[in-house]
């Protein structure tokens, strides 16, 4: 081949490339034969292919040549002279290399001529017949000496039946190169098929267009008879027909038609066959099915003349009676448009008078701006001619540089402002309104005006397609490029690439915002709220931020007109993305709305949006452009519909909503309550009433969701409310800003969930706040709350009724108890240390009165075992961690020990309290100082109160801790005097053992309660071992397995052989129900053979000889334990379904061992045959 020819084998031009091909062209002169087939029987032409020089062999078996290289033909042609001086015939060449099966040099040459204009119909006909490229079934042993590949000499590729269906990468001795060579010829095989299915389509398309063209033709001359659908047309139907349900949600309809038409892709229109563009819609279609459509293609006029003679009179009157009556139905018609076109015509005449009236009073009022350098000197207003109608002389028409007998000219752009009057041109644009009329230099030629026109026609000009009709005229004005970007935009928008449209808004937005037509501004903004089809989080800001300044630049009238149809259009999409963009658009416009509008359509939109979208990310738009609403509504009788839509919020089931509202929506919706002065009067209110409501019908069952969305509600309700306080305080009037500020602490408030709950942001600034917090500690220390309506309010009314309501709570429901404490926590933080010390502290100590004299009074300690306790000492007591506020709580919590222990009351409440507390490692310590108080008391009940109570807080201390404190405290209270304060103690045991891992730990734990168990004193202590059976079901599972085995199981054993010869028979039931329970919890556990023989299975048959007597239904149970426990000892087979985990596993691990040792008993000791053992039978 040429050097300029592209070469379709040749994978690579570099210059490695080359010279390693170059290398194996001489290694391929020590093998002649390599490439050929090898010497046949049936090949005459065999001796002369071995005998040829090695030349030719070696450009032949170069399949992708380098520029530098020597054409195939070429060398072929200089062989051939050099050898027979005489010239020989291409057909003969074309021959020979067949015969000798030079396929890839034949095939070069093939290509070669092809290019040249010199088709060969030998090698023509050679490679496009499939079947001299079959693979061969078997391979000669002669061949493979000859460095044939073991697939054979050629080899058909998986695709397509083409004239290069071969394995060239097999003649090649650079092994490196076939798998590229292969892609190379795969590559052509594709390019070769494209080619034949587009030569396919194109002779389709013709074949239906002339029998479109012939069956229009009898259509016209016999309309009665109609041709059945031919194949072609029922593909194209079929697509039309379905884009048009998809288009317009008919799914179901679709699907169910496509389904009927699954032989047809209707993802794409080329699957119809067709080698054209794809047809409008059905719609369109319909609407232009009265009108000529205008063809894309050039057409040509064609008369066919008809003799009157040879048509009938009937005939011809009919004919001649339908073209009048069309004819006068298309001038009516015309003749409509004709007047409408008038009336239009003298409004814009109006108006443009009324614009130029204007324009001159400007033009008097304000002084030109002063001329550029260089420029011409502007025309005076006089002399500037009327304003011609839109879109007609504004362009400057290329096409009219070929008429010179009409010069070309430039009338004067639109004066008309846009909306915003103080928008001041650019010096490049009054350069553009300073021009004059353009005029050409005309040639001193006398030639004719036809003949310069036909002239100029040879400039190839496309002035009649919609594209080139708008690159023939240039915009010279704003109006102009809007009129033009407004016809470009909705061709360019489908045609970018969905990743970057987002480049378009700007260009969208200021054609929208400056173009004159309404419809022309709605069909733009609908290619905005369209152009993505699933817009992410970047792409949505870009579209918001777009419209905001469309908004600004427009004013509130056009946004509500133009900007709103287009979300409320979207409200109900089937994407969330595009239904998210709507609830965020609805937040971004809200400023730029009418108010009548935002407070009625926007908010009746989002709480629509709110109620019915089933996304949650869509819903939390909602909500924070709900909060946005909130900041700019001002119509009173909206409150009761934000109160609505707060509580809808509240009860979502997504976090995410829910989070959006205490960070967004209610801070928004308290900041209006402020301005209504609601917030005091009827917001808190409303919520304190609902959470009495719910406690009142939650006697039996208290809906703990209900209350904490009330209760979180009213605790993001704690930063306005204090802002009301401090801004409505009789100080204010001295806040004095100037001069040096104090800093506030950092740990002064609570952290804030968003920076709208943060205090500084709701009074305007920290130092403004700072301020106020000085004057504020300033009041309360030293002059009181007289005249301070906002305070006293929460003091007398808010805390009251707040400890009224903690007073009734379940104190078993640690749910409410910490989300009451953490509500006090917040609310005593914000109002500081000494409003919590001088107003809620003491209405706290007057409900609990913990004085002596009412240690044995028990009517008036009914409140020491409510939520009050826990909710005061871990809501209010906990604010401040110095010593005093340290020491108070410690004080406080011995007092309500001591109180409760001496008063014979339930525990409920200090156990709640240890249980809040403990969840804190601060408070491990002092809550140890409290227990130890109580181990040190003189009273027994005080003592055994402190015994339980260690068993709550183990769980959570440290194991270094439970050392030091914890077990040296229990063990000075199992050997008490009193046998109830050391049965309190094993409870306490039990739960070390269960979550302790030091064995020196256990082990004392272990002494300690077998000296319970064995010690002869405890013998008939039947509430010592009614307390130990317990404690053993409930930790046994989950303690140490050794502990288990050799201390649990043997001990309940001997308990429930024992309690057999009780004879007290209340004991005797009592003992059996706890071991029952125990034996339960057990027998899920791992129990080996040994210990369910000796102990587990015994044991299980004294509780059933004790509950054949006492409860029947429980021997049933035991008898079943104790069947299932004997069948899983016989069954010791390995495999056994019914064996139990346990023991299947150690009869398996037992039975696996034995093998292995087996089989390397039978080993020498041997590397080799030690490997043998691990491999894989074969």
């Not at 304003?387 to 009219?400: A, E, K, S, T, V």
């Not at 119509?635 to 509240?650: A, R």
């Not at 917001?683 to 703990?704: C, F, T, V």
């Not at 181990?935 to 183990?954: G, K, N, Q």
């Amino acid at each position: 081949m040429a050097a300029g020819n592209v070469n379709p084998f040749n994978l690579s031009d570099s210059e490695d490339e080359a010279d390693q091909r170059a290398e194996d062209g001489v290694h391929i002169e020590k093998s002649p034969n390599v490439g050929t087939q090898g010497p046949s029987s049936n090949n005459p032409f065999s001796p002369q292919a071995d005998a040829e020089p090695p030349a030719l062999l070696v450009s032949s078996t170069r399949t992708s040549p380098s520029v530098e290289g020597i054409s195939v033909s070429v060398a072929a042609a200089a062989m051939t002279v050099a050898l027979a001086e005489t010239r020989v015939s291409v057909d003969v060449i074309a021959a020979q290399l067949i015969r000798d099966h030079y396929i890839l040099t034949a095939l070069e040459f093939h290509t070669e001529l092809l290019e040249s204009g010199r088709e060969l119909p030998r090698l023509r006909d050679y490679f496009s017949n499939p079947g001299n490229f079959e693979r061969q079934t078997g391979t000669p042993p002669a061949c493979k000496e000859q460095g044939l590949g073991p697939g054979g000499p050629l080899n058909r590729a998986g695709s397509i039946s083409t004239l290069d269906s071969l394995d060239f990468a097999r003649y090649s001795d650079d092994g490196n190169r076939e798998s590229d060579e292969r892609v190379a010829v795969l590559e052509f095989e594709l390019r070769k098929a494209k080619e034949t299915i587009q030569a396919l389509r194109t002779n389709l398309t013709q074949a239906a267009e002339s029998d479109t063209q012939e069956r229009n033709k009898n259509y016209s001359s016999h309309p009665e008879t109609q041709e059945p659908i031919r194949p072609l047309e029922k593909r194209a139907l079929n697509f039309l027909v379905n884009e048009y349900l998809l288009k317009n949600e008919y799914k179901l309809s679709a699907i169910t038609f496509s389904d009927e038409n699954d032989d047809q892709d209707f993802e794409l229109w080329d699957d119809v066959g067709l080698n054209i563009p794809k047809p409008p819609d059905l719609l369109q279609i319909y609407r232009n099915c009265g009108s000529a459509l205008p063809s894309p293609r050039n057409t040509v006029d064609v008369a066919v003349g008809v003799e009157s003679g040879e048509l009938t009179g009937n005939y011809i009157t009919q004919k001649s009676d339908l073209l009048q009556q069309q004819q006068t139905e298309v001038v009516e018609e015309l003749e409509y448009q004709i007047s409408l076109l008038n009336e239009e015509k003298q409004s814009l005449a109006d108006h443009i008078k009324k614009l130029q009236s204007e324009i001159q009073s400007l033009r008097r009022t304000v002084s030109p701006p002063p001329p550029d350098q260089g420029s011409q000197p502007t025309p005076p207003s006089s002399s500037t001619p009327p304003q011609p109608p839109l879109d007609n002389g504004q362009y400057l028409d290329i096409r009219g540089a070929s008429e010179p007998d009409k010069p070309p000219t430039e009338s004067t752009p639109p004066t008309q402002t846009i909306s915003n009057p103080t928008h001041t041109s650019s010096q490049s644009h009054a350069k553009l309104k300073s021009r004059g009329t353009v005029v050409f230099d005309q040639p001193n030629r006398k030639l004719s005006p036809a003949f310069q026109q036909a002239l100029l026609s040879f400039c190839k000009m496309s002035a009649d397609s919609r594209l080139g009709a708008e690159v023939s005229r240039i915009a010279d004005n704003e109006e102009s490029v809007m009129l033009m970007l407004g016809r470009c935009l909705p061709h360019i928008v489908p045609n970018v690439l969905l990743a970057k449209r987002e480049e378009l808004i700007p260009l969208i937005l200021c054609t929208a915002c400056l173009h004159p037509e309404p419809k022309e501004r709605d069909q733009l903004l609908h290619i905005l709220f369209n152009l993505i089809k699933r817009p992410d989080d970047e792409q949505r800001q870009m579209i918001l931020t777009g419209c905001v300044a469309f908004a600004r630049h427009v004013g509130p009238t056009r946004v509500e007109a133009e900007l709103l149809p287009q979300c409320w259009e979207q409200i109900n999409h089937k994407y969330p993305e595009r239904r998210l963009l709507v609830a965020e658009a609805c937040g971004a416009l809200a400023p730029y709305l009418p108010k009548e509008i935002r407070s009625s359509l926007v908010l009746s939109m989002l709480q629509q949006m709110l109620a019915e979208d089933k996304a949650d990310m869509v819903r939390e738009a909602v909500v924070k452009s709900l909060a946005i609403i909130m900041g700019y509504i001002d119509d009173p009788d909206k409150y009761s519909q934000g109160f609505e839509l707060m509580l809808l919020s509240l009860g979502d089931p997504s976090e995410r909503v829910v989070s959006a509202i205490h960070q967004v929506f209610i801070p928004a919706f308290a900041a209006w309550t402020t301005e209504l002065g609601n917030l005091q009067t009827t917001l808190i209110p409303s919520l304190l009433a609902r959470i009495e409501k719910l406690l009142k019908q939650g006697e039996h069952g208290l809906d703990e969701h209900k209350l904490h969305m009330f209760l979180s509600a009213l605790q993001s309700l704690i930063p306005p409310l204090f802002s009301v306080v401090i801004q409505n305080a009789p100080f204010t009037h001295r806040v004095n800003l100037q001069g040096d500020i104090p800093p506030i602490e950092v740990t002064r408030f609570p952290r804030p969930a968003s920076p709208l709950q943060d205090i500084a942001t709701i009074v305007g600034s920290r130092e403004t706040l700072s301020a106020l917090l000085i004057l504020y500690d300033y009041q309360l220390e030293h002059e009181g709350t007289t005249g301070w309506d906002s305070l006293l309010w929460v003091v007398n009314q808010l805390l009251p009724q707040l400890i009224d309501i903690v007073g009734r709570i379940n104190v078993a429901s640690t749910t409410c108890v910490h989300e009451f404490s953490r509500f006090f926590w917040r609310l005593c933080r914000t109002f500081g240390k000494i409003f919590t010390n001088t107003k809620v502290k003491p209405q706290f100590q007057e409900i609990l009165r913990l004085s002596e004299e009412n240690v044995d009074a028990l009517t008036g300690n009914g409140i020491l075992t409510k939520a009050t306790v826990p909710i005061y000492a871990t809501g209010v007591l906990t604010c401040y961690n110095q010593d005093e506020d340290r020491k108070l709580l410690v004080g406080f919590l011995e007092d309500v020990m001591t109180t409760l222990s001496l008063s014979h009351a339930p525990l409920d409440s200090l156990k709640a309290s240890f249980v809040e507390l403990g969840a804190n490692p601060v408070y491990h310590e002092l809550l140890l100082t409290v227990l130890w108080y109580g181990v040190v008391h003189t009273s027994a009940l005080v003592r055994c109160t402190a015994a339980r109570m260690f068993e709550l807080l183990v769980k959570g201390v440290n194991e270094t801790l439970v050392a030091q404190r914890v077990v040296p405290a229990l063990i000075t209270l199992s050997s008490d005097p009193e046998i109830s304060v050391r049965i309190s103690t094993i409870p306490a045991f039990g739960t070390i053992m269960e979550t302790v891992t030091q064995k020196e730990l256990l082990e004392r734990v272990k002494m300690q309660l077998a000296s319970f168990l064995e010690d002869p004193q405890y013998q008939d202590q039947h509430s010592l071992h009614m307390e130990i059976i317990r404690t053993f079901g409930r930790v046994g599972p989950n303690a140490e397995p050794r502990f288990r085995d050799e201390f649990v199981l043997p001990h309940l054993h001997k308990l429930a052989l024992g309690n057999n010869v009780q004879a007290t028979e209340s004991k005797r039931i009592d003992i059996a129900t706890q071991l029952f329970e125990a034996y339960s919890a057990l027998s899920c556990c791992f129990i080996s053979e040994e210990l369910m023989v000796n102990h587990f299975l015994p044991g299980l048959r004294c509780l059933r000889t004790d509950m054949e007597q006492l409860s029947p239904e429980h021997e049933v149970i035991l008898s079943s334990m104790i069947k299932e426990g004997e069948i899983k000892v016989e069954n010791r087979g390995i495999g056994q379904a019914e064996g139990s985990v346990s023991i299947a596993a150690s009869l398996v691990g037992e039975d696996a061992k034995t093998k292995f040792l087996s089989k390397m008993g039978q080993l020498t000791t041997s590397g080799a045959m030690l490997a043998n053992v691990f491999q894989r039978k074969k």
